[in-house]
């Protein structure tokens, strides 16, 4: 049987450990928060939730229309992507329809501030799924999208381009060779309430 005394001394370096722990995990959640904070304090117009249309390569043309993509940037430096085409190629624009692995989840990610207040680099990750009806057996991937996002705030507006890169699945992202890399075109408003 344990004695008493033995009892407290558990007691204690039980608790102290736990305490610490506490703190180790609050300084890493602070941490990490106060330099998402930093990266986006000199673009505070920014967060908000945009309409963009997208554009198949660099040049923004009714011909390389290739659908809509709803972006919110919140205020502690995170983006959220959903796009048009995430179904498949049904019922798509011309411009989308030749795209493999055309059905894919939204993207979840980060953003920052660029060179200038009205400039954003942000990245969003999701996964690519094959068709079912497909003759040819594919994999699931990963994508990856950077997009370089430029502000007029007195319009409300936004424009720039995103350029979404697959890895296969089982790999880690910076170190992988990519399977396909597209760049899109894109231009904005900005979403608010009536």
Request: some cysteine; proline content about 6%.
């Amino acid at each position: 049987m344990i004695s008493a005394k033995i009892r407290q001394i558990l007691s204690v370096v039980v608790g102290t450990f736990c305490l610490l722990l506490m703190l180790t995990v609050m300084d890493v959640f602070v941490l990490n928060k106060a330099e998402a904070q930093a990266a986006i304090a000199n673009c505070p117009q920014v967060p908000g939730t945009y309409l963009l249309n997208t554009y198949y390569g660099t040049a923004i043309s009714s011909n390389n229309f290739t659908g809509k993509r709803v972006i919110s940037l919140t205020s502690d430096g995170q983006i959220v992507a959903i796009d048009s085409n995430q179904g498949g190629t049904y019922g798509v624009p011309p411009a989308a329809q030749g795209f493999p692995n055309n059905r894919f989840t939204s993207g979840r990610g980060v953003w920052e501030c660029g060179a200038n207040d009205n400039w954003v680099e942000a990245t969003t990750l999701n996964f690519n799924f094959p068709d079912p009806n497909s003759a040819k057996p594919e994999k699931v991937t990963v994508a990856k999208s950077d997009y370089y996002a430029k502000f007029n705030f007195s319009l409300d507006t936004v424009s720039g381009t995103f350029t979404i890169t697959s890895f296969p699945l089982d790999g880690d992202l910076p170190e992988q060779e990519s399977s396909h890399s597209y760049t899109f075109a894109f231009d904005g408003t900005r979403i608010s309430t009536p």
